[in-house]
């Protein structure tokens, strides 16, 4: 093959895909393999749906862009859908911003908590191993400082604590400086790292005491993933802002930031928008994928075949300690043992689709419609790779 003339972002594929149904993919050589990996939490409906496809070719066929100056009949019954999931079934009133991408809503939600916060409080505290985009902004609220230096000067306004530990954050929480704690429920990127127990009831609290926003960052973690329909009703609070993606559109690139109405309403006509965000595709095919979520009782599949997975990864060889919540896992390779990007990439070889968030850690993350005996056969791939 002659030199890529894509930008070197990405490692150069080792496969390419040119199909995909439910668990399956298949390359050009129509070789077939079982995506545990779901585009990184993306496809949670599997691949192809047929339902999502159906509602994203009939749009097809009537509407596909007007630009936010007249909206459309789709962004608003899907702000509704949303606000009454992060509700967990009963309608907050939020209100919704609709972006193209999980590091757009979380510029949306920094955007917002920077107007809330008025002149000079616009600081917001977020944890390191984090990870909340690749835009100046989001880059620098990902708390992972290696990733920062070559693109020295970024926006000021970020500071990191270590993540769980809420002294850190109580001491880092000047109500004067800071607007708003941005958070993962369960860190994706750092290898699939739940916080302590109460954690975020601790940070909810401290946020009330001192007028600061809590922003959730549920990109990987929302939408009946973790077993609950946004990682944060396992805590039993509510965050003031929520941001969206991922699976949001089964793959059509849409990103959502939910927020309070209070805060929210900060917002006047001219303060943020987007040429593409909530345009007429992208809303169909989130909306399909929400009505199929719920019609599926996502969560409660999360929640069932999450536990068949981590019951099977912790009999594995070489695995020390299984984390993470529903069908987001990662399985921590003993220490001194097997590097986890081979094993990636030899479960690849061998027909199965997982990636290593960090050097020992295995990140599943599976369609929730994935089934028993597709759990059963990929362990069965990983132990003959392990062994
Ligand atoms: C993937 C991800 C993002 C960034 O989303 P993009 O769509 O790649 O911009 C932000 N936060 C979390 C937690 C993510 O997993």
Not at 44 to 66: D, T
Not at 146 to 165: I, N, T, W, Y
Not at 253 to 277: K, L, M
Not at 301 to 308: D, N, S
Request: charged share 20%.
């Amino acid at each position: 093959m002659s030199e890529s003339l894509l930008m070197s972002t990405y490692a150069p594929p080792r496969v390419r895909f040119v199909e995909g149904h439910g668990t399956r993919l298949f390359d050009a050589a129509g070789k077939s393999y079982l995506d545990f990996l779901s585009g990184i939490a993306v496809t949670s409906l599997g691949h192809s749906n047929p339902r999502v496809a159906a509602a994203l070719c009939e749009q097809a066929g009537k509407l596909w862009h007007v630009s936010n100056l007249f909206g459309n009949e789709l962004a608003e019954p899907l702000a509704h859908r949303i606000d009454s999931l992060i509700g967990d079934g009963s309608p907050l009133g939020g209100k919704v911003f609709f972006a193209n991408s999980g590091a757009e809503a979380n510029e949306c939600a920094i955007k917002l908590a920077r107007k809330a916060g008025g002149r000079g409080r616009f600081h917001v505290l977020s944890a390191y191993g984090s990870f909340h985009g690749r835009t100046l902004a989001t880059l620098h609220a990902t708390g992972q400082p290696e990733k920062h230096e070559a693109f020295q000067p970024l926006p000021e306004g970020f500071r990191h604590v270590a993540f769980g530990d809420l002294e850190a954050l109580e001491r880092a929480a000047d109500p004067s400086a800071v607007t708003a704690i941005l958070l993962e429920p369960i860190e994706g990127e750092a290898g699939v790292v739940p916080p302590p127990m109460g954690y975020l009831q601790g940070v909810r609290k401290l946020c009330d005491e001192r007028g600061i926003l809590l922003i959730l960052d549920e990109i990987q973690t929302g939408l009946g993933r973790t077993g609950r329909w946004f990682a944060f009703q396992a805590a039993g609070i509510v965050p003031d802002v929520v941001t969206i993606a991922k699976s949001l559109g089964n793959g059509m690139p849409i990103g959502a930031c939910w927020a309070r109405a209070e805060v929210a309403d900060v917002f006047e006509p001219g303060d943020h928008g987007s040429t593409f965000g909530g345009q007429p595709l992208a809303c169909s095919a989130a909306l399909a994928t929400l009505e199929e979520l719920e019609r599926i009782d996502a969560p409660a599949r999360a929640l069932a075949a999450g536990a068949h997975l981590r019951s099977l990864l912790e009999d594995l060889p070489a695995v020390s300690a299984v984390r993470g919540s529903g069908l987001l896992l990662g399985a921590v390779l003993e220490e001194g043992g097997l590097d986890a990007k081979q094993v990636v990439a030899a479960a690849l070889d061998h027909g199965l689709v997982i990636n290593a968030p960090a050097a020992y850690v295995l990140r599943f993350a599976p369609p929730l419609t994935v089934s028993g005996e597709e759990i059963e056969e990929a362990v069965a791939i990983l132990r003959e790779v392990l062994s």
